[in-house]
């Protein structure tokens, strides 16, 4: 099977994660998806982020090959977005080029804003800080130790 296991795990999760945020561009895309899927699933690092701190041409070398050399149930879930390689032909390759995904913009006095590439517009703007109230909630459920009713906020969320 090509791929070793982290690889094959790790990439099919970041690229369906940039998968993702092309299907919820409106929502907000790439900073929506990683708010979602970064600390509510135990990340410290989630997982576009993950994608650009890699380099969106490493990214996109490893998903190719998966996808060339398999053809499973998971195969589509290896299909770089088209976005993605709009970036990688701009050079625009990640934290190592300085923007990709995302970028740091440092002020005059030195301080840093995290910028994040809007799909829809093909401009970087800035990021925003998604807050989901049926997290908090079940944030709150856990640190009592009920988890029954934190599960219940998740599946009954309709947000």
């Given at each position: 099977m090509p791929a070793f296991l982290g690889n094959r795990i790790g990439f099919y999760v970041m690229n369906e994660a940039l998968q993702?945020?092309?299907?919820?561009?409106d929502n907000g895309g790439i900073d929506y998806v990683d708010a979602l899927?970064?600390?509510?699933?135990?990340?410290?690092?989630?997982?576009?982020?993950?994608?650009?701190?890699?380099?969106?041409?490493?990214h996109k070398a490893i998903v190719d090959n998966i996808y060339e050399n398999t053809n499973d149930y998971v195969h589509e879930k290896f299909v770089l977005p088209d976005y993605v390689q709009k970036l990688i032909d701009q050079k625009k390759l990640g934290r190592k080029s300085g923007e990709g995904l995302y970028k740091f913009i440092k002020n005059g006095s030195g301080d840093k804003r995290m910028m994040v590439y809007d799909i829809k517009l093909g401009i970087y703007r800035d990021e925003i800080k998604y807050t989901f109230p049926f997290a908090l909630q079940m944030k709150q459920y856990l640190r009592d130790g009920d988890y029954d009713d934190a599960i219940r906020v998740l599946i009954n969320n309709k947000s």
């Open positions: 993702y945020a092309e299907r919820y561009a899927l970064g600390p509510f699933t135990g990340r410290t690092m989630p997982p576009i982020t993950t994608a650009d701190f890699a380099g969106l041409d490493v």
